[in-house]
């Protein structure tokens, strides 16, 4: 019975925080997806920066 309560009391202060959660966010915020690179500023579309990414070939040499 205990563990009941302590689920009901953990979801309760789940929905709690994502309603606050939803309530701040602006409704013209984009989902999350960064459209430049952090580090050089390049328009990478939520990719992968082909400036910065540090790709070596080595073909298991």
Known sequence: M???WIGIAVGIL??????????KTP???VVGIDMHCRKCGIKTNGLKCP??????QSFGV
């Open 2 to 4: 205990v563990l009941v």
């Open 14 to 23: 789940l929905i709690i925080i994502l309603i606050v959660k939803a309530v």
């Open 27 to 29: 409704s013209r915020d």
């Open 51 to 56: 400036r910065c990414e540090k790709r070596t």
